[in-house]
């Protein structure tokens, strides 16, 4: 952020209120309108017919039966489907994902298009999808993890270092007084939003028009311009409401294009829907790990050396390793760090962000050997998180630039009731007869900006509309950002009208990294700081106003006025009316303050207390109890705050017990492609989970002083219900989701 903007208004009233989230009327009434309600003139529906094997080549198609099939128009294959401009699998930007768009007959995972059969209606495409009945030459395909050849990539996430270290961990371990080593297990899984990707494409010459749900509609614009050829101008991507992303809408995935390209080809309207199953095909998944955490400990219980390496999966043909490893140089103080990682390379589709990608599966592993450290020395594992508690992050030595964890741990354990809890495991039982543990885990997720634009039209009438390309994921991100507005225009938030979810206004950066609020909300800031600025230039300088020849500087907006913060004040509305203006904008931009971001590490901590009960016959784990303390920044929301954080919560503790995708090495299919299968949460499954909001003030971080809350949740989570089921049976399982078998 530019030196020089303003200080948040004092008097803000928006920021920091619980208000309900913009977006809930139109959600729960139905009139949200999401891609796969658009219904152009004319649509076709296109279907995709995915592959059955997950290596070799499609040899046949009964295109025949296919096109016989009442009310099918087209059949789109690799042998007639429209050109594109680039090569789907070309890296034409530093982050761009391999798509793929029938370029051939290659088969890579299964669950890859091999065609798409377009129809009058959705049945028509259906059946003919059927009928396709692709033939195929298969090759012997590998999905297991451990099986594969491991190799050293050149980095890992989107382009972090595969390797960091600092001080000499070998020699550290060497001398230490205890050593512990562990190796877990992390299974695949799925994002799974509830809006599965769809898309509905128009084109009008060689303008279109795309309705699908995007994390980012800028680079989904670029990405999609780019393979089509096309001025990205040409290109309107709307996304006004979205499903829920959780990363796997965060790039545009191949089916999106797909059925931009069948509307090319049929030329008319199509929309492209995908299945369930399909979702877990050809959009990206958080892919398996191996991690094994080698800890060097002290007799005073300080921590000499941490080393941390993954083993992380990916696709045979993309790059995309999530960086298991890499959060474990930030959590703990200790002499000696390194984390490492090493790839295998599977027949399955390319990996993609999934929220708190690295992080979820690192932190699990890290807080239960952090957690195994404690034991082995005889120690409070909250007191031992304590004792090597980081006043600067351990890999590179930075100060941190404000971290609250302490009173985290306070405010978590007071909540929780930690104290008293016995050291020794099998300890405790409830009235039931079930086994009762207790566990902790460190949240921690680096707070990310990117760069953003933004801007702000206020109108004669004082109402106000604020523009930018952000995304309402589900997360609040309308509602918030239109409370930064509010205040940054001092405006009451009656009078401010946010758009939003377009490629056609300004790049608001992606709904990712839980940077969102941070990034946009800053953009948003400088725009409103700039439209206060103009409209102080005007009043100042006009003799009719009561501001008049007041310094600039010390004027401030709120309520809807000019204030000169000695009772004089002159409403936004009448210092237009007497300038005989309309309306007056100003554009605002956002960048991370790159100085600040060199010399210190930024990130949201929080530390997540669980209690399970654990039925000693059948092995059952309930979690009876979930409690986690955040420390993010300023709380723009503190209601939409908390529904992430519990959010990413039950995710962590869905990680810990529930979700595999499970490959079946037969055929390298996941063979519980559906959710009745692949397993969830549900209500039942959940106890009241808690989260309490930690003050923290950040005056680095960017000017909102926000660090964001959509992924620190999952972080900590897993790794306390994964201790707490330890420190109930005695049992300690290092490969997840913990199953019923591993206990009984
Ligand atoms: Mo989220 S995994 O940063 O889209």
């Known amino acids: 952020m530019a030196e020089g903007t303003a200080p948040i208004s004092p008097e803000g009233a928006a920021i920091g209120r619980p208000i309900a989230r913009d977006d809930g009327v139109a959600k729960v009434t139905g009139r949200a309108r999401y891609a796969a309600d658009c219904r152009p003139p004319g649509l076709l529906h296109a279907v995709i017919a995915p592959s059955r094997i997950a290596r070799g080549r499609v040899t046949a198609f009964d295109l025949d039966a296919a096109m016989a099939e009442p009310g099918v128009v087209a059949v789109m294959t690799p042998a007639n489907r429209p050109p594109l401009a680039e090569d789907p699998d070309a890296k034409t930007a530093p982050i761009v994902f391999r798509l793929d768009l029938l370029q051939d007959d290659r088969i890579r995972y299964a669950g890859q298009p091999v065609a798409v059969v377009i129809g009058e209606t959705l049945e028509a495409a259906e059946e003919g999808a059927f009928r396709l009945a692709p033939a195929y030459a298969a090759e012997p395909a590998l999905v297991d993890i451990d099986a594969a050849e491991p190799f050293v990539p050149e980095t890992v996430g989107l382009g972090a270092p595969v390797e960091r270290r ?76 979205v499903g829920g992303g959780f990363g796997a809408k965060a790039f545009p995935a191949g089916p999106q294009v797909l059925g931009i390209l069948a509307a090319r080809l049929v030329g008319r309207p199509v929309k492209l829907v995908l ?155 409830d009235s039931d007869g079930r086994l009762v543990g207790l566990g902790i885990g460190t949240a921690v997720f680096p707070s990310m900006m990117f760069q953003a634009e933004a801007r702000a039209l206020l109108r004669a009438d004082g109402a106000a509309i604020v523009e930018l390309g952000a995304h309402e994921i589900g997360q609040g991100a309308a509602t918030a950002l239109r409370q930064i507005a509010a205040d940054a225009l001092g405006l009451p938030l009656s009078a401010v009208t946010l758009r939003t979810g377009a490629s056609d206004l300004p790049d608001a950066g992606g709904a990712a990294g839980s940077s969102h609020t941070a990034t946009a909300g800053s953009a948003i800031h400088a725009a409103g700081t700039a439209l206060v600025a103009r409209l102080a230039a005007l009043a100042t300088a006009d003799p009719a106003s009561p501001l008049h020849g007041a310094g600039n500087a010390v004027l401030f907006a709120a309520d809807g006025a000019l204030h000169a913060g000695d009772g004089r004040r002159d409403p936004h509305a009448a210092v237009l009316a007497r300038a005989g203006l309309g309306a007056i904008e100003a554009r605002g931009a956002a960048a991370p303050d790159r100085a600040a971001r060199a010399s210190h590490a930024m990130a949201a901590h929080g530390a997540v207390f669980a209690e399970v009960a654990v039925d000693p016959d059948l092995g059952a784990i309930r979690v009876t109890r979930l409690v986690g303390a955040f420390a993010a920044g300023r709380i723009v929301n503190p209601r939409l705050a908390r529904s992430q954080l519990v959010g990413g919560m039950i995710w962590g503790l869905s990680l810990a017990l529930h979700e595999a995708a499970q490959f079946d090495p037969a055929t390298g299919a996941i063979a519980n492609a559906d959710l009745g299968a692949y397993r969830i949460p549900v209500h039942a499954d959940l106890p009241f989970v808690e989260a309490l909001l930690v003050a923290e003030e950040d005056t680095l971080v960017n000017p909102l002083g926000v660090k964001g809350v959509g992924e620190i949740g999952i972080t900590g989570t897993a790794g306390a219900v994964a201790n707490a089921v330890w420190h109930a049976t005695g049992v300690r399982i290092r490969r997840f989701p913990i199953r019923i078998e591993d206990l009984a």
């Open 166 to 241: 600092r001080g000499d961990v070998e020699a550290a371990l060497a001398t230490a007084a205890h050593r512990v080593q562990r190796r877990y297990e992390t299974a695949a899984q799925v994002h799974n939003p509830l809006e599965p990707h769809a898309v509905v494409a128009v084109w009008e010459g060689d303008r279109l028009w795309v309705d699908t749900p995007s994390q980012n509609v800028a680079r989904a614009q670029r990405r999609i311009a780019g393979l089509l050829g096309l001025p990205p101008d040409h290109v309107h991507i709307r996304s006004p409401f």
């Open 275 to 429: 299945s369930r199953a399909q979702m877990f095909g050809a959009v990206g998944h958080r892919a398996p790990t191996r991690q094994t955490l080698r800890l060097g400990l002290a007799d005073d219980g300080t921590i000499a050396a941490l080393a941390h390496h993954a083993r992380v999966a990916s696709s045979r043909f993309d790059d995309f390793f999530e960086p298991a490893a890499a959060l474990s140089g930030g959590v703990y103080a200790a002499g000696a760090v390194e984390t490492t990682h090493e790839a295998v390379r599977l027949d399955i589709a390319t990996p993609v962000v999934m929220r708190g990608p690295g992080e979820a599966t690192g932190s699990l592993a890290l807080e239960c050997a952090i957690d195994e450290a404690a034991a082995e020395l005889g120690l409070d594992p909250l007191a031992f998180r304590r004792l090597n508690h980081a006043d600067t992050e351990p890999i590179s030595g930075r100060p941190f630039s404000s971290k609250a964890l302490r009173a985290c741990y306070d405010a978590g354990a007071a909540r929780f009731g930690w104290a008293g809890r016995p050291l020794a495991p099998r300890s405790l039982s």
